[in-house]
Structures are given as C-alpha cells and as structure tokens.
C-alpha cells in the first residue's frame, strides 16, 4: 500500500472519531457552535482527504453531508435526531470502506451505491421539525417528549384487557394519535395511520393499532436504513493497529539506551584484546564480571524501555464506547447515561486491542440485562435513565477497569438454580457458597442461561467467554451484584505483557514449557553414546561431558530412562553455569507464551515458574529449571 | 541575487512553508511542489501558531496555508504572515471557492489556490511570488 493511502487510512479514521464525538455531543446539547463547526470540519477535512486519494465515491458522500452540515452551521437548517443518525450511517459507510481499503490494499470499485446515499441527504428532510418548536431529542424518533408520552399512554389504554367498550377506546386511541401527528406537522403519516386505523376497527385487531403506533417511533430510522447500521460485532473487531503514537521522551529513552550500550560493547572489545594478548586472568575477569553486571542492567532498562513503548491509553477502546451505548440502548429501548473515567490510564497494546471484546460484550449485557426500562425503572423508584460507568486506574503492576450499571442486579436465587439444574456443583458445595461467590458462577463454562443468547448478547457466548479472553491476556476478573441495585464487573489486568520464549517439551506424557533463556540445544542421543557414570549417567557433546537427567522421573512421573530405546530425545540447558541434558519423550516447538505467575492455590509449587494458556485451552507448565534440579 | 539564464528568472532556491491540519494534505502538497520546484526548501506546520513559530524561525520566503484549521483559520493566520512581513507571497488553500473567502484573502494581500492543489495552479501562483520577492530584492 502506498505511503498515500497509509497516511489516508490512519488520518480518515481520526476524523471519523472526531466527528463521531461531537455527532454524539450535539445529540444532547443541540446547540453547541463549537460542536457543530467541529463536525463540519471534521466532514470537510475527510472529504478533501478522499479526494487527494482519488475515492471518488466517497468525496462524493462526504460532499453531501458538509453541504447539510454547512446549512446546520449558518442557521438555514436545524439539527434533528434523524440528521444526525444519517450523519453516523455515512460514517458508518466510510469505516466499511476503511476496512476494505486495509484489507485489499486499494480502494473499492464504485457500484453506484453512492448516488442513493448522497440524495438522502439532499433537500429538506420531510421530517423537518416546524419552526419555532422546542429542539428536544429523544434517543428514538423524532417527537417532541409530551407528544412521545402521549402516544405511548394511547399504546397502554389499548392494551386493556376490558372487552366492553373496545370500539369507544378505539376512535378515542386514533383521534389523539391523529391529533399528535398533525400537531407535530407529519400529515405523511397522519393519513398513514388513519388508514391502518380504519383496517384496524374493521378487523377488530388492537394489536395491529398498537403496531401501528409503534411504527411512528421507527418511521424516521426507515429514511436512515438505506445505510447498513454497524452491527455491535463489528464495533469489536476494529483490525489491531499497525502504527502507534508515541511519545518522543519513550523513543530518547530507548535511544539513550542504545547509546549505553555502545560503551558496554567497546568495554567487552578491549576485554576480547586483553583475552587475545593474554592479559592477567583475574584482570579480566573482574572486566567480565563488571561489564557483565552491566549489561544486565541494560537488557532489563532496555526491556522495559521497549515495553512502554508498546503502551496505549485505553481511550483507543473506551472511544468507541459512546456510540456502541446509544446504538444499542436505542435498539433495545432503554435510556442509557454513560460515564467514563481514567481513559488515560496506559496498558499494553496487546491488553488494550483484546480487551475490547469482553468489555463490549459485559456492557451489552447491563444495557440488554442489567438496566430496566424507564417504566420499570419509574415503578422502582428509580431515575428513568440508568448509568453505567466505567473507570480505570492503574493500581501497582496492574491496570483496573470496573463496568457498573445502577440496573436490576443479579439474582443470586436464580443463579443457585441454575447451577444445581446444570450440575455444575455439587449441591453441598453450593449451599456453602456465599451469594457473592455465586455470582461468579457465571464465569464457569457451560453457565450461559437461554436468556442470555439473544442476537444481541452474542451467540451464546457469555461471561466464561468473557473469563477465559482475560485469563489469556494473564488478567482477572470478578463480579459483583446487588439485586434490585445493580451490577459490578472488576476487571484486573497486567500493565505490561512480559512474553516469554520457551521451548515445548513431553515428559511423563504432560508438556511442559522451558524458558529458551535456558535451553543450549536438543539433540538426538543414541543410546550407544550414554555412558553410565556410578548411579548416573552423562553423555560427550563436543569434548564436554553432559550429565543426564529424566525430566519425567524430576517432575514426579515415572522413571522413563535409560528404557531400551535406540534413541533419546535430549535437550541441552544451561542452569548456573552447568550444562544438564534433560531427556524429554518429545521435543516440542518454540513458543512465545505470556507467563502467568502462580498464584491462589499452587502459589508456592517448587520447579515451576509460572503458567501459560495454549491455543488449545490448556495449560502449559512453565519449569523453574534452577529450582526444580536443586 | 538574482541569476539570469537565458532570459529566465528564478534559479533562487526559496524555503516555502505548508501549514494544514491535515497531514494527508501537506504530503499531497509536498508532491506537488517536488515536481514544480524539487530544489527548494520545504517546512511544514499543522497549525497557526506553530507556522508562526516557523515563519520567524527559518525566515520563510513564501507560504500555503490551508483555510479549514481548528483554531485560527488559513485566513487569520495569512493576515498575521502578511503583517509579520509584508513581502511574503501568501496562498490560502481551499477546497471553498465562496465568494466570502475570495474577498477576503484579497482583503488581506493573499493569493486563492483551489484544493485538490494542481502543478499548474501552484506553478503559476510560485512564477508570480519569486517576481514579487525578486523585485524587493
């Protein structure tokens, strides 16, 4: 991909951000200049950006929406709920063709789709709101709240189980519905409805009426749909990113690093001439070891110096998090407030990319699970909009991310029967398990209740999904709850992902991993070059004599050497200066694994140095080689 | 000084500065410029202030300054080169050809190049700064 492109993509994607911001922001304060000159900015700006890389179509888009947003901005043209949500569906537009360009490598051939999405913009919008009318926006549709309230009581008093006086309801029902609409200028829609209306009575179907009216709430998303909404799962798999920004003081740091090293490698040059001249032995030595120790310092200063860099702010996940909220509070007909803290807080690039997942999908659940709907939420004297909020902080070596919503809670109840029904504790165990104990049942495998699978929590994913993504990014996590108060989600994670190297071996029919810091070779030994030396026993590799040690027999399995075979797997380590040759059933692979300390129950296991995640789900045993051959 | 080679004028190399937000744009001008003039000095600034900081530190002969930049518009910031020095050849840039705009870059002493910028356009606006400067000389 040219330079061109590259400097497109990353730049397009910026200003869709920023507009995405302020869209979301005008939305709640319709009448922030700043807000809306930004916007138009931001649409100005991408337009130009798609013409210097000759995207035709989508200049021709972009065009459409900063000529609507150019009226917005000098006063001709108010800003409605509906403008805005096609001002996102062109955005939404401009991400799908992002991802092809990433994916292809070049810009996507035009079908001529654009024309139809560029005249939705073009000339008023039927559902212009009449002047002089309050600019109230709710979330969904575009009436005014007393209008709103109005309609959906109309919907209440048809749902009325009382046969008598149906047909009076009726006639009362569509004339206020009637009233509502030509108050509010839709006569479209006003002579739409009298006609279903009048299908309706003469049907005697009150479903269909009640139907009826709830097609006004979604009579201006129809206009909008011509663009593909992004579906939440899409939000989530935003390709990871190929460049980041750094700090210049990170890179001085790693630069000055560099230039230490310089002065340990000319040290170890003048030590390789004493060598070679035959300098004193013990001159040298204390060079090696000085320089040694040096260099020591070094590889960890540099270490960590890389690590930081490699170091995001979460707000690269949490930015999305605002318009994933509306979208989905709009779909599911709840009102959502969002508040977000420490998007600043610093966490590794790879715990940042992976984490947007699980905390999507936890907030999907206290939107689609968690939070009531207003009247639910009125009845329990609660606020009609519920919050969630979400904040993070660094705490020592990790970072802490904690989801919590004001919703329903959890019922601790319903958990204890689920569990017993699905057997996945043993009765006894559960009765003894305290409610907050319960509820992290819900992290266990196989917990997914049928009421989770709705299209929109996912495809029956659930909260062990959740656990095992941040298990393999070497973090935690834990839930809290309070029924009828609302739910808690804490998720801890590593500040940096320290990714290891070890080489995989089988012994004792289990694989284990050890650390490639410590692994010289593997070799193939026959068994005609062992030599048994009193108990033990040692082979020669290269005028070194090599003891032989069954890792099978080390790690507590049975002793599996010398067994009669031809020949055996060896591999070479080096522990404190000694070389060991470690017989091994199979040599495995080299891998980069992110260690996890030991921790919880097998916290003080001697030999072992910690534990990985494989591809496979399993665990792979990391060996503390020092310790175990003690 | 100015050399004159076979009748043409300009073998001066002049430091030009680009000022827009968008880096996308200022590589888009930079190739322009490299195929009209390859051999002069290019600077570049995403903002008023920093072309400011620019302008007086590498004392730059000529400017293209975009007109849509949060904060201080390609406008107010061509008025503030001109005043910092009258003799500077200023282009506002924009995709905007309203008349609004055209009035007031004439207001302020400035050229107006429309973007997407073309060899041409910059070519002709360039002939015409490296007369201007040469006769201050």
């Known amino acids: 991909m040219n330079e061109f492109l590259e400097a497109f993509l990353q730049e397009a994607r910026e200003l869709v951000e920023q507009a995405s911001g302020d869209l979301l922001a005008l939305e709640q304060r319709p009448d922030d200049k700043g807000r809306i000159d930004s916007a138009f900015r931001a649409f100005h700006t991408l337009k130009g950006s798609a013409g210097i890389v000759e995207f035709h179509a989508m200049a021709r888009l972009l065009h459409a929406v900063e000529d609507v947003l150019g009226r917005v901005r000098s006063g001709a043209e108010p800003i409605t709920a509906a403008l805005i949500t096609r001002c996102f569906g062109c955005l939404d537009q401009v991400l799908t063709w992002l991802r092809y360009i990433e994916e292809h490598g070049k810009l996507p051939d035009d079908d001529g789709s654009v024309g139809r999405l560029a005249a939705a913009f073009a000339g008023t919008p039927k559902d212009a709101r009449r002047p002089g009318a309050t600019p109230n926006l709710d979330m969904a549709g575009d009436f005014p709240q007393p209008a709103r309230e109005l309609l959906k009581t109309q919907i209440v008093l048809l749902g009325s189980e009382e046969r008598s006086g149906a047909a009076g309801r009726f006639a009362s029902v569509a004339t206020v519905v009637l009233n509502v609409l030509r108050a509010c200028g839709r006569t479209d829609q006003a002579a739409e409805f009298e006609r279903k209306y009048l299908a309706c009575v003469r049907d005697r179907d009150s479903r269909g009426l009640i139907d009826a009216i709830e097609a006004l709430f979604h009579a201006n998303e129809q206009t909008a749909s011509t663009f593909e909404p992004r579906t939440v799962e899409s939000i989530a798999q935003e390709p990871s990113a190929r460049t980041l920004r750094v700090d210049v003081e990170r890179i001085d740091a790693l630069v000055k690093l560099a230039g230490e090293m310089t002065v340990v490698r000319n040290a170890f040059a003048h030590a390789v001439n004493l060598a070679q001249n035959g300098g004193a032995s013990d001159t040298l030595a204390a060079l090696l070891k000085s320089q040694h120790a040096a260099l020591d310092r070094l590889v960890d200063d540099l270490q960590l110096s890389a690590l930081n860099m490699r170091v995001l702010p979460l707000r690269h996940v949490f930015q999305r998090f605002p318009r994933l909220v509306r979208d989905l509070a709009e779909q599911l007909g709840k009102s959502v407030r969002l508040i977000m803290e420490g998007d600043d807080t610093e966490a590794d690039k790879t715990v940042v990319e992976n984490l947007a997942e699980p905390l999507i999908h936890v907030i999907r659940n206290a939107i689609d699970h968690g939070i009531e709907t207003q009247e639910q939420r009125a009845r329990s004297g609660k606020v009609p909009a519920g919050t969630i909020r979400i904040a993070a902080q660094r705490e020592g070596d990790n970072v802490i991310i904690v989801i919590s919503d004001d919703g329903a809670g959890i019922d601790t109840a319903r958990i204890r029967a689920i569990a017993a029904e699905r057997e996945l504790l043993p009765p006894d165990a559960l009765q003894a398990m305290s409610d907050e104990e319960v509820t992290n049942i819900v992290f266990m495998p196989g917990f997914s209740t049928a009421k989770e699978i709705t299209g929109l929590s996912g495809r029956g994913v659930g909260m062990d999904a959740v656990g095992s993504a941040v298990e393999r990014l070497g973090g935690r996590v834990s839930i809290q709850s309070g029924l009828g108060r609302g739910t808690s989600v804490r998720f801890s994670l590593p500040f940096s992902v320290m990714v290891s190297q070890v080489m995989t071996a089988t012994a004792a029919g289990q694989e284990f991993g050890v650390p490639l810091e410590n692994v010289l070779e593997s070799v193939r030994v026959p068994a005609a070059s062992v030599v048994a030396i009193g108990e033990a026993y040692a082979f020669v590799l290269r005028d070194a004599t090599i003891p032989l040690i069954d890792l099978a027999q080390i790690v507590g399995g049975e002793k599996s050497f010398p067994a009669g075979r031809p020949n055996y797997d060896v591999m070479v380590v080096e522990i404190d200066g000694q070389l060991v040759g470690l017989v091994v059933e199979h040599l495995g692979e080299r891998m980069d694994v992110m260690l996890k300390p030991l921790d919880g129950l097998i916290a003080g296991t001697p030999g072992v140095a910690g534990t990985t995640l494989v591809a496979d789900g399993k665990v792979l045993l990391v060996l503390d080689l020092p310790e175990l051959l003690q | ?137």
């Open chain 2, 1 to 137: 000084m100015v050399r004159y080679v076979g009748g043409r004028v300009g073998l001066m190399t002049y430091k030009i500065l680009v000022v827009d937000d968008s880096r996308l744009a200022r590589m888009a001008v930079a190739k322009v410029l490299n195929a009209v003039q390859p051999e002069w000095t290019r600077f570049e600034a995403s903002n008023a202030d920093e072309a400011l900081i620019m302008a007086k530190s590498k004392s730059t002969d000529i400017a293209l300054v975009d007109f849509n930049m949060p904060g201080r518009d390609g406008l107010t910031l061509a008025a503030e080169l001109r005043e910092l020095n009258p003799s500077m050849p200023v282009a506002v840039v924009s995709a905007n050809h309203q008349e609004e705009v055209l009035r007031r870059a004439r207001e302020v002493g400035a050229a107006f190049l429309m973007k997407p910028l073309t060899q041409e356009a910059l070519s002709d606006f360039l002939a015409d700064a490296q007369k201007r400067l040469a006769r201050r000389q």
